[in-house]
């Protein structure tokens, strides 16, 4: 690499870490990404650090307003891609929004990135990805645990309608918490990322909703070599960083988890997307996968701000949130 770009890609990692977008927004001003981060900041109701063996963790949360004449909420946590932050997700998804309408709590943890600068290149520990999370051992299993406890020591939280989401490497994290903390969590949504968890014994069946879209240059929907966004939107040669089954033969693999029927059925039809179910499992869980064709490394009816060129498009023709919001509220966690 040219020793010049070094200092100029060193800015742009700061600035990715410290805004509300993993990679470059487009057509913004700098006054105008400013803004959107105060919007996001000020969404935010809980702003909390914890530490978690000898490390510091960080996650923000928003509370709908319901919650100060509400029984126990759900809990949805949402969890950022690899170089991401909470703002970042928080306004990609805009899972906040669909908080104060349906009166869950959403929270948005953080990754670490490298030890010496744990605020650049924030990752997730999947198992199989993602660095550096992955290269530090990081235990996130026990950092979301430990967030769940904290946080219902702040809020009355239901235990029993605890969910996880997230893009990206976030997917690939919820993933995780599906097979390694599956007595807290009820139900998953993966949106645009993979299963790369080395070993998945979960406790009780937890039930899948993956978005994924067909045309995703980042986690091909096909399986194989994916990753390296992140690296490429920093001006580096994108390079693999995991390489899995195709996304349709992953949502098979859980359903056979949770003991489901081997055939899915068609369940949603909608433009562009296709919703395939597996089931019913073991205490009614289900596996389902909505495909979208020519859909991008994006969120589905999330906000469009992230360069085309570098994720594909988003799709319109559904709202990943109101779907998985409906699905979640159908599998909260059931005792045997």
Not at 90 to 98: A, I, V
Not at 168 to 191: H, K, T
Not at 261 to 288: D, M
């Amino acid at each position: 690499m040219n020793r010049r770009r070094v200092p100029a890609i060193i800015a742009i990692a700061l600035a990715l870490a410290q805004s509300a977008c993993t990679v470059p927004l487009t057509g913004e001003s700098r006054r105008e990404r400013a803004e959107t981060l105060d919007r996001i900041k000020a969404r935010m109701t809980l702003d909390e650090t914890i530490v978690v063996g000898d490390l510091k963790r960080t996650y923000k949360a928003h509370v709908p307003p319901v919650s100060k004449n509400a029984s126990a909420l759900p809990l949805v946590i949402v969890l950022h891609g690899g170089f991401g932050n909470a703002y970042a997700i928080e306004m990609q998804s805009e899972l906040s929004y669909l908080a104060d309408k349906a009166g869950f709590v959403t929270a948005y943890p953080e990754g670490l990135g490298k030890s010496l600068m744990p605020t650049i290149g924030r990752s997730w520990n999947g198992g199989g990805c993602c660095n550096p999370a992955v290269a530090r051992n990081n235990d996130d299993v026990a950092f979301i645990a430990a967030m769940i406890d904290d946080l219902a020591q702040k809020v009355n939280i239901d235990r029993n309608r605890v969910y996880a989401t997230g893009l990206s490497n976030g997917a690939i994290m919820s993933y995780r918490l599906a097979c390694d903390l599956s007595d807290r969590i009820a139900a998953i949504a993966p949106v645009g990322g993979p299963d790369t968890t080395l070993t998945c014994n979960p406790v009780r069946p937890v039930s899948v909703m993956h978005f994924h879209g067909t045309a995703d240059p980042c986690s091909p929907f096909k399986g194989g070599p994916g990753g390296g966004c992140a690296a490429k939107a920093l001006g580096f040669e994108p390079k693999p960083i995991f390489d899995t089954p195709a996304i349709p033969e992953i949502v098979k693999i859980w359903a056979s988890r949770i003991k489901a029927p081997p055939e899915p059925r068609t369940t949603l039809r909608k433009g562009a997307v296709t919703c395939t179910t597996y089931s019913p499992g073991q205490q009614g869980a289900e596996a389902t996968l909505c495909a979208i064709e020519g859909g991008g490394h994006t969120w589905p009816g999330g906000v469009d701000k992230l360069a085309e060129s570098l994720v594909g498009s988003v799709n319109r023709d559904i709202s990943a949130n109101e779907l998985m919001w409906e699905f979640f509220q159908r599998h909260p966690r059931r005792e045997e």
